[in-house]
């Protein structure tokens, strides 16, 4: 930690420096300009306004998006007499252009005892891609992409090579010149080759094509040794395999990713809203659980969903079809429609149909307000078809519980069985395979909130409302990158049966334990003290 006495001295980082390129950047935290003695206050009222935009803190090499993990370091809604102190901010970072440069920084990493972290954008509420006294590996500016033609024993097809930096709309608008799409994200700014597509990754096109990692052909990577390393079907498998699904910040430093593209489609996009009659709330959670039982025909239609439940509104937004017609979009809703009308609820519903896929994310997907940055506690679970076949009414008490409590239900519904994918040859979670629905669970987080109060909700995440998700069903589980930080039975969950091979991998390919991420395979291994300090856990 820098407090300590065997910190590099300022010399010593100049000598790193010297070896990487000149690209170590020493950190400053992004909201010092509001902040004695560096206030500015036209500069902090710009950070202000674009605080909840993730451009701005992806441009940066340090700064968190998530306000748990941030823990009020440096916030820029604070007084200016505050305190403004890097706190879980790592305090260096190399902007990396090379995989020489990440070798050597992993090396400088393990010379000097310095806690090292992988990163892109840092769009991330997990808290894997910072940590206090970090040294970061900053890939956000690798940024190239190649769209081929690939050929091998496993594919023969189309597709694009990305570089670690690459963001979601800039591969969107990359391929849509070639009249091509990928699966990715929702929201554009997220880095598909980085925790994204290794986390599993769910798209708007999952029922169509599968999660992100399902098109994965091969990695380039830097391993904890060092070594660049290419990783596919028939080189490095074990290494293919881990990477796409077993979560990432662990078993090397991604530098590029190869992935199929499909050829694009008109597309179709549904945003529908209603409210709940504050004198009765019955009906509107009848048409919430009506809803959900429609799930298996929408995305059983290649279609995906995004809705959002509070306690006293649904918002559907969007729903995406992908090469369907308007009349589909229709047939597939108007039970819905015909049960809010038959229950007296006034519902708006608006269809559109673009020409492209990319056309429709530009319309519905990327605007999207959920694609802010949103402060809050969050919690996850993967609903299993079986629930909402066999017993709705039981997914539907446990909704309004946990809304009628005051947190957000936000349910992705998709199908990515391996009916939809064929086989596959990856670690992604087993239960992604019979889920129906990836549900997100939140709170709000005002800012500068009372920590005290954001803990309790914290907790109460973990300790009532994920478990009441988890007594629907037997199976733990749930997205590791959209989920409960706290999660007790993490391995369980974000990891199921693969987990010991994942281990296995993760110590043949970084043996000294260069690479720490929270919740990440092999994490256990490491105690993380309240300074963030990491320290080896005693084997018992």
């Not at 390129?21 to 300009?33: F, S």
């Not at 823990?71 to 809604?77: M, T, V």
């Not at 102190?85 to 970072?93: E, P, T």
């Not at 706290?486 to 260069?514: C, T, V």
Request: hydrophobic letters at 35%.
């Amino acid at each position: 930690m820098p407090s300590d006495p065997c910190w590099p001295t300022t010399s010593e980082w100049s000598q790193f420096n010297s070896t990487v390129g000149g690209r170590l950047i020493k950190t400053v935290p992004l909201a010092a300009p509001c902040f004695d003695p560096n206030y500015n206050a036209t500069e902090c009222q710009y950070l202000r306004d674009e605080w909840t935009q993730p451009a701005l803190h992806d441009a940066s090499s340090s700064s968190i998006m998530a306000a748990a993990v941030a823990n009020e370091s440096c916030d820029p809604f604070a007084a200016a007499t505050g305190t403004c102190d890097l706190g879980n901010m790592v305090s260096y970072a190399v902007n990396v252009s090379s995989p020489a440069e990440i070798a050597q920084t992993i090396a400088y990493a393990a010379e000097k005892n310095i806690r090292l972290v992988i990163r892109n954008t840092g769009h991330d509420y997990m808290g894997k891609s910072t940590g206090a006294g970090g040294l970061s590996i900053w890939t956000h500016h690798l940024k190239n992409i190649t769209v081929h033609e690939y050929s091998s024993s496993h594919y023969t097809g189309p597709a694009v090579t990305i570089g670690a930096g690459v963001q979601g709309e800039e591969v969107y608008a990359a391929l849509h010149k070639s009249n091509l799409v990928v699966v990715g994200g929702e929201c554009a700014t997220v880095g598909p080759a980085g925790g994204y597509t290794q986390g599993g990754g769910h798209s708007a096109l999952s029922s169509r094509y599968g999660l992100a990692a399902d098109q994965t052909l091969e990695w380039e990577v830097v391993d904890g040794q060092g070594r660049q390393l290419r990783a596919s079907p028939t080189e490095n498998p074990d290494l293919y395999w881990a990477l796409s699904g077993g979560g990432g910040g662990t078993y090397g430093v991604v530098t590029s990713m190869t992935v199929k593209v499909f050829p694009d489609f008109p597309t179709v996009g549904v945003v529908l809203e209603f409210a709940a009659d504050a004198s009765d709330q019955d009906p509107f959670y009848q048409a919430v659980e009506y809803y959900h039982s429609l799930v298996p025909s929408i995305t059983a239609a290649g279609g995906m969903a995004i809705a959002r439940v509070m306690n006293a509104s649904f918002l559907l937004t969007p729903l995406t079809l992908p090469n369907a017609s308007l009349q589909r979009a229709l047939d597939l809703l108007s039970p819905l429609t015909a049960k809010l009308d038959s229950l007296n609820i006034t519902y708006a519903m608006n269809l559109t149909h673009s020409p492209s896929y990319v056309d429709h994310y530009n319309t519905l997907i990327e605007p999207n307000p959920t694609q802010l940055v949103e402060n809050g506690q969050y919690g996850g679970k993967l609903i299993p078809l079986e629930v909402i076949e066999k017993s709705n009414a039981n997914l539907t008490a446990a909704v309004r519980s946990i809304t009628q409590d005051g947190a957000v239900f936000v349910s992705i519904a998709l199908n990515v069985s391996a009916a939809v994918t064929g086989p596959t040859n990856n670690s992604v979670l087993p239960s992604w395979r019979t889920a129906a629905m990836d549900v997100i669970l939140s709170t709000s987080w005002p800012e500068h909130a009372n920590l005290g109060k954001m803990k309790q909700l914290a907790d109460q995440m973990t300790q009532k409302w994920v478990p009441t998700l988890e007594a629907l069903t037997s199976d733990p589980g749930c997205y590791m990158n959209e989920a409960d930080p706290q999660q007790p039975n993490w391995k369980e969950a974000f990891y199921g049966p693969n987990y010991n091979r994942l281990l296995a991998i993760k110590k043949q390919y970084d043996p000294q334990d260069s690479f720490y991420a929270w919740t990440a395979v092999g994490s256990d291994n490491w105690v993380q003290e309240a300074d963030g300090r990491l320290c080896r856990a005693i084997s018992s």
